[in-house]
């Protein structure tokens, strides 16, 4: 059975078995803690029917979709969180490069920053990191594990992210198809900043620059929201 915490939208799976046939239940969240309520008719929720003999298949999902579908319906599984212990006030970052040069820069960047930093080696583990874990910024490569840029996976897996979830993430997009803070690529690819290779030395100084206006920027936003009562 695929569950979704109502609370920070993370998202496991539960063998069937262990599910108590129309009836409610309660378990707590592996990611966040809180309680999650399961009602009964969806415990008792059967299997989706085949569909008719003759009627016409459902278009088949691409490999992008099958590895997000794929990892959002595993179990809880410990060994997919990215640190066993965070201090109150940890700050964390997922680096998704896969070019040496380029990965050992922006680790460093990062340390100099004050960030703890995880480097997945493919986009699977990415994910899986990301399913327990919300980062504070993600360093990621257009190019990473993926032979186009439009099918990158960890892209993929941020735009289908509750939107009050996705604000917590700065997202630095490394893509040799844009200029450096390039404002309209970064909208149009739904992330905070682009980074061109070219700007790998200065990376601290873009992203202090970056994460600086993004912090201000959003302090405005939310007392905006305060003042008209959406937050």
Do not use: W
Not at 8 to 32: A, M, N, T, W, Y
Not at 125 to 130: D, G, R
Not at 142 to 163: C, G, Y
């Amino acid at each position: 059975m695929n569950i979704t915490c109502q609370h920070c939208q993370g998202q496991f799976r539960i063998p069937d078995e262990k599910v108590p046939k129309g009836q409610s239940f309660s378990l707590g969240c592996p990611k966040c803690k809180k309680k999650i309520t399961v009602n009964a008719e969806q415990s008792g929720s059967a299997a989706p029917a085949a569909p008719p003999k003759g009627a016409q298949a459902p278009p088949q999902k691409g490999k992008t979709s099958k590895l997000m579908d794929e990892i959002s319906s595993r179990g809880y599984d410990a060994d997919d969180k990215p640190f066993d212990f965070l201090e109150e006030g940890a700050r964390t970052a997922l680096l998704c490069e896969l070019d040496p040069v380029y990965k050992a820069k922006i680790k460093d960047a990062l340390n100099s920053l004050g960030y703890l930093v995880t480097e997945p080696g493919a986009a699977r583990e990415a994910l899986k990191q990301m399913r327990f874990h919300v980062f504070d910024i993600i360093v990621l490569n257009e190019m990473f594990d993926t032979d186009e840029p439009e099918n990158n996976h960890v892209l993929k897996f941020l735009s289908r992210m509750v939107i009050s979830t996705r604000r917590k993430i700065f997202v630095a997009l490394v893509s040799n198809n844009h200029r450096t803070m390039d404002n309209m690529a970064a909208f149009a690819k739904s992330v905070n900043i682009t980074v061109n290779p070219s700007g790998i030395d200065d990376i601290d100084k873009i992203l202090t620059r970056a994460i600086a206006e993004n912090t201000l920027f959003y302090k405005i936003f939310m007392q905006a929201m305060e003042e008209a009562g959406r937050v």
